[in-house]
Structure formats: C-alpha cells, structure tokens
C-alpha cells in the first residue's frame, strides 16, 4: 500500500507515518520547510517496517502540489494532515477586525489547496478502483475558538468537501472520512501546563487527552483496506468527543 501523508514531518502526521510503516507501507511524507524533521521521519518509518520518502508540498502554492503529486505518483491513500495555521488572533480581536487578507489567505491554502491535492490523487484511485481519503480535522470547527475564526471555518469547509466526495467517488471504490483531533498531546517547543491538561482531560468522556498515536491508529484504519465501507463520516477521537453540556 502506498499511503502520501501530508504535514507529515511532526506531530500527527509523524506518528501516523510511523503506523503505517509498522504495517509495512511505502509511504511518502510532505514537508513545508521542515526538510531536516522529515528526514528523521522518514528513517523511523523505516524502521518500523515500512519503506519511506519525503517532498516538500506548500499548500499555498497550488503549482508545488501539483509537482509533488506528480512525483509521489499513484497512491492508495491520502492523509491531508497539513495545514496553515496562519496568523492566529488573540482572544481580544473582534471578529470585524481580522483582515479579509487572513480570511483568504486560510481558505486558500486549507480548503483549496486540499481539493487540488485530491484532484491530483484521484485519477489514479479511479484507475485502481480503490482508495482512501482521510481529512484530519479539529474540534475548533463544530465547537468553535475565540479568535482563530478562520482556521476553524476552513476545517469546517472539509468536513463538506469530504461529504461531496463520498458521494462523487465512492462508486469507484474510494471512501472519504474526517478524523477530527480534539486537544492532542504531541511534542511540543513550549509543553502544556500539566493543571491545563488535566482540566481539558476532565471535560472528555475517558478523562485523558489523546496522543498522537491515538490519533495514527484512527487514521491507519479509516485510510485501510480494513475500513470496508465506511464513508462521509466525522469520527471523533476521544479527546474531541466531550461538550460542554455533558462535561461531568
């Protein structure tokens, strides 16, 4: 199986590298400006199990997805993990103050720029008559952020681009599913408080935070052969399953 993982030099998108190694996958990471991160990757991959490469992809730059499809070549899944952050306002920004510049600028890299990278990759899943798509969301787009407006909306629009396209592809044997990330405990430069984590733990249904790898082994199955036919859905991890109506 030949997965492409976008964002895939940290965090999710490393773990998630690193699970499909373990079951002996080819698989190509992305990179934005972190070469050096995703050479590292690319060597645990390899010694999980799994054959591995890395391409530098800008999802700002629609020509430098086009080139990096070109060169991973067909593949069996795709894990659209990157993302611009952008500039993300403080709490204190009113809503009307954020430019229209960062509005457009978070809608052209995460939502357009997702579509044509799976424009890309799926003429040679139709080919095949297989394939998987997994777009990896966040709770800021149902449960909504003070400030990051447009980071959430633009996770929101793939939750709609997955929808469309579990209708349009699934006759040809490609599902299409959203795993959405709540609070992820991944390596960070500047650690959680541990009494902040512990207060975002309390408010999940299993009161702990997920890591990465929990994330990597929802992704692996929904982007598997053993995902047989589920499609267009949002799949919460534990992390992002509480509301605070139910927070006990």
Request: glycine share 12%; charged share 20%; hydrophobic share 45%.
């Amino acid at each position: 199986m030949h997965v492409l993982i976008t964002g895939g030099s940290s965090g999710i998108g490393a773990a998630t590298a690193v699970a499909y190694g373990a079951t002996g996958a080819r698989v190509t990471i992305t990179y934005n400006s972190g070469e050096d991160r995703a050479a590292q990757v690319v060597k645990r991959v390899e010694q999980a199990g799994g054959k591995a490469a890395a391409v530098r992809l800008d999802l700002e730059d629609h020509a430098s997805i086009t080139t990096a499809a070109e060169e991973v070549g067909p593949v069996d899944a795709l894990v659209a993990n990157a993302v611009r952050w952008g500039t993300i306002m403080p709490n204190s920004v009113p809503f009307e103050d954020v430019p229209a510049a960062e509005w457009t600028a978070a809608l052209h890299a995460n939502v357009v720029g997702n579509a044509v990278l799976v424009g890309a990759v799926l003429p040679g899943m139709r080919r095949n008559g297989f394939g998987r798509i997994v777009f990896v969301s966040s709770g800021a787009a149902e449960e909504g952020l003070p400030g990051p407006g447009a980071y959430g909306t633009a996770k929101m629009a793939l939750h709609g681009m997955a929808r469309a396209l579990a209708w349009e592809a699934g006759k040809d044997g490609i599902l299409v599913n959203v795993a959405a990330a709540g609070f992820t405990l991944t390596e960070r430069e500047r650690p959680v408080p541990q009494e902040v984590a512990d207060a975002l733990a309390a408010r999940t249904p299993t009161r702990r935070l997920s890591t990465a790898d929990d994330l990597a082994a929802l992704i692996v199955f929904l982007g598997s052969a053993a995902n047989r036919n589920l499609t267009g859905e949002i799949i919460r991890d534990g992390s992002n399953a509480g509301r605070s109506a139910h927070a006990l």
